[in-house]
């Protein structure tokens, strides 16, 4: 499967040949192949750009993820405490108990700026507190972002040149270079649709069918998205536009719980309970 760049953090939860796991995926910023386990069904949680986990630093989750440990079907382990594993109704439930217990943060600043305000401190400030609590650059939002909603228009069979124009590229050469660092297709196979199975909800309904896209428009992609556009932890994502990340999204043309998924986890790195995967 084509995983898609994406700006988000998330909550992945699966099972394979009677076996549970769980884990944390990061932002990704470019496209890449992702393994897609067979018989394998998926619950996945996005949360808000701006949202942070307190024990798992953003920066180290970018391109990458972190499987939790000692998951069973039932409960997940995160910051020290075990968790109810959610189901397609109770998703929500899961990440307010996760804000109340201050598992789930997030930076005021940072929450202003994604509101458009310009908060009284320098520039460099304001960087330096939005990277460390999404991972990414200003800059690399933007364009991460621009690229995801270019390929969704462009899937609806909006004109190449319609899409400069309307998001703002230099010209078509500077959008296929988006399109092909970020999204991994091509002009011709997203209005085409060819190209195989690609982690991006191009709002053709023929992605997975678990759990409750709750964001208006075309945002989460996989799962549940619950939490606000505006770096809030609860409530509905209302960005259009504003799907998941890496090895959480689901294919296009997937069928099954969930939808195809890839996961690209990183071991022995640090969990979230600040121990250690083992490989």
């Known amino acids: 499967m084509t995983s898609v760049a994406g700006v ?68 997940f382990r995160l910051d020290g405490a075990r968790w109810a594993v959610p189901g397609s109704d109770d998703a929500e439930a899961l990440v307010e108990r996760l804000v109340r217990a201050g598992i789930v943060v997030r930076d005021p600043l940072v929450a202003d700026v994604l509101r458009g305000h310009r908060p ?36 609806t069979g909006a004109a190449a040149a319609d899409v400069v124009a309307k998001l703002d590229y230099f010209d078509e050469p500077h959008l296929a270079r988006a399109l092909r660092a970020y999204v991994g297709r091509t002009v011709r196979q997203l209005r085409e649709g060819t190209g195989g199975a690609i ?22 992609a996989t799962g549940h998205d619950l ?12 960005r259009e536009g504003a799907g998941g990340a890496t090895g959480r999204d689901r294919a296009e043309g997937a069928e099954g719980t969930g939808g195809a998924i890839g996961l690209e986890l990183e071991r022995g790195s640090p969990r979230a309970d600040g121990a250690t995967v083992s490989a």
């Open 120 to 155: 009284d401190v320098s520039g460099r400030t304001v960087e330096r507190r939005f990277r460390a609590a999404t991972g990414l650059t200003r800059g690399a939002v933007r364009q991460i972002e621009r690229a995801r909603t270019a390929a969704e228009l462009l899937a």
């Open 8 to 75: 988000r953090w998330g909550l992945v939860f699966w099972e394979q040949d009677g076996q549970a796991y769980a884990a944390i995926t990061g932002p990704a910023t470019r496209t890449s192949t992702a393994p897609v386990p067979e018989g394998a069904s998926f619950t996945g949680i996005d949360f808000a750009l701006g949202t942070s986990l307190r024990a798992v630093p953003t920066p180290a989750l970018v391109d990458g993820g972190i499987e939790l440990p000692d998951a069973t079907r039932r409960t």
């Open 227 to 238: 939490t606000d556009g505006t770096g809030g932890a609860t409530g509905h994502d209302l």
């Open 199 to 220: 982690g991006l909800d191009l709002g053709e309904g023929t992605g997975g069918a678990t759990g409750h896209d709750l964001a208006e428009g075309t945002g989460g």
